[in-house]
């Protein structure tokens, strides 16, 4: 079983971040009736599913339907977001079972105008309070090691020490680790700026463990299995979930050399030494 399986149901976005993976894959949006077979497929497998890998789901011409998929398959719903839809799409969170929603904020830095920064804070901190009686919130600011964004992390600290009634010196405090707790069932999520892995990218692992195969995977929108949620590219693809059995997918040589490499903390494919994330030693 894995603790949870991304499903790329679009790998368009309304934003275009600096930070962010550049895709050479197609424009697409993932027919329902192609989720419902994702899903079914590997129920067997994980009853958490996280709708994205690249992408801004809420584009999802079919989201409703996509989720109505879910609850009817009683899987436990996990959306990433960057917040920009989200005033549009109260009443969906609002009547669906979401589990979990993540918004990252730092990506409104690029993509609005800092005058609008204020407004699109509280609109965001506003539903954030009105859905959290049923659904997890995490606030996302992974762009802290960043000195260029400054003004935009003291706005927005500020402006969440305003709505939650709290100090600014308790969304600093380094023994409370990368996550504080806003309000019940709201936490700020803070984090350096994350280096996507890319083919051919400068190494920066020689040896390292993963979460890769062993806690997740990722399904991309034309239905490319891949190992983690950070090959958006498709570049270590395993098989694919519309012609073949999740199952055999998993015992292909590709992933049973990673998995066994990273259980002994080695990196059997050059992708993944560019690749920012790592599990300790």
Known sequence: MFKKIYI????????????????????????????????????????????????????HPHIEDILNVAEQEGMNVNITTNGSL???QKELLLNHSIRQLNISLHDAEENIPS????????????????????????????????????????????KIAEKFQLSPDELTQPEKGNS??????????????????????????ENKSCYALRDHIAILAGGEVVPCCLDAGGSLKLGNIFTEELSDI????????????????KITEPFCKTCGFSVAL
């Open 8 to 59: 790329e149901i679009t790998n368009s976005c309304n934003f275009h971040c600096s930070f962010c993976f550049t895709t050479s894959q197609p424009p697409r949006f993932m027919p329902v009736k192609d989720f419902h077979t994702i899903v079914r497929k590997i129920k067997p497998f994980t009853s958490y599913i996280y709708l994205h890998v690249l992408g801004e789901p809420f584009l």
């Open 86 to 88: 989200l005033n549009n």
């Open 115 to 158: 005058t609008n920064w204020e407004s699109f804070f509280e609109n965001i901190f506003n539903i954030a309070m009105e859905i959290s009686a049923k659904t997890y919130v995490n606030l996302r600011l992974w762009n802290i090691d960043n000195l260029v964004s400054g003004k935009f992390n003291s706005l927005c600290k500020e």
């Open 180 to 205: 504080i707790k806003l309000a019940n069932h709201i936490f700020l999520q803070q984090s350096p700026k994350f280096q996507w892995p890319t083919e051919n990218g400068e190494p920066l692992f």
């Open 250 to 265: 998993l015992m292909c040589e590709r992933a049973t050399k990673m998995k066994q490499g990273f259980r002994q903390h």
